[in-house]
């Protein structure tokens, strides 16, 4: 909660020009490499994710007013499990976010190791509010990650994992009390699925 409504990192990015885009998100995907590169093996992280799914939905069924959308949100996690299947898994960032960490002044970032194992791209997750304040930089580093190539599964399994994580930014959003707070929540997950047209789309439209 406190990441998302307090982060430098995503106060420093609203402003940057195209070189100085291009300098973090250099370094952005290099210290991800460098911690993703490391293999997990022997490791039920599938099992594990369903069981954290789960519990996201459960605290959603709590949630007195739900939102008017949120059902295209379960039934989008529910129906599409079957992409989570084989995925090779590596070691994470912590708490998996990228806005959790801050940048120097010579943009310069170093993502500090988690003591789990996942599937990377849920470590591009922060993507989404990255593109909320800078839309030009969350389309430098999908493309970046990508190699300037469709991958198809990246997509597919990116808008998958960007349902869950739309889950649990409600989740969070429910538990707040300040106002201001909840509209910033509100604004980020409005953006959220008119980038996806409501999770009908597997390529957001802040990548056009």
């Known amino acids: 909660m406190t990441t998302l409504l307090q982060s430098n990192f995503l106060k420093k990015i609203k402003n940057l020009n195209g070189e100085e885009i291009d300098r973090l998100s250099d370094n952005i995907c290099q210290s991800l490499s460098d911690i993703h590169i490391e293999k997990g093996s022997d490791i039920n992280w599938m099992d594990e994710y369903i069981i954290d799914k789960n519990y996201s939905l459960y605290r959603h069924g709590l949630i007195k007013k739900q939102g008017l959308k949120d059902y295209i949100l379960i039934d989008y ?31 310069n970032i170093s993502f500090e190791k988690s003591d789990k194992f996942s599937d990377k791209i849920v470590d591009y997750l922060d993507l989404n509010i990255i593109a909320y ?9 999908v493309n970046k990650i990508n190699d300037n ?60």
């Open 149 to 208: 190539k469709f991958n198809i599964k990246f997509y597919k399994l990116f808008t998958y994992y960007t349902a869950k994580f739309t889950i649990d930014l409600i989740d969070g959003m429910s538990e707040l009390n300040n106002k201001e707070d909840k509209e910033k929540y509100e604004a980020i997950i409005e953006f959220i699925f008119d980038s996806y047209d409501d999770f009908t789309l597997i390529k957001p439209k802040w990548l056009e």
């Open 133 to 141: 304040v800078n839309k030009d930089l969350a389309k430098v580093l």
């Open 77 to 107: 996690i529910n129906e599409n499990i079957h992409l989570l299947k084989d995925r090779i898994v590596s070691r994470s960032i912590k708490d998996s976010s990228i806005i959790a960490s801050d940048f120097d002044d010579n943009f």
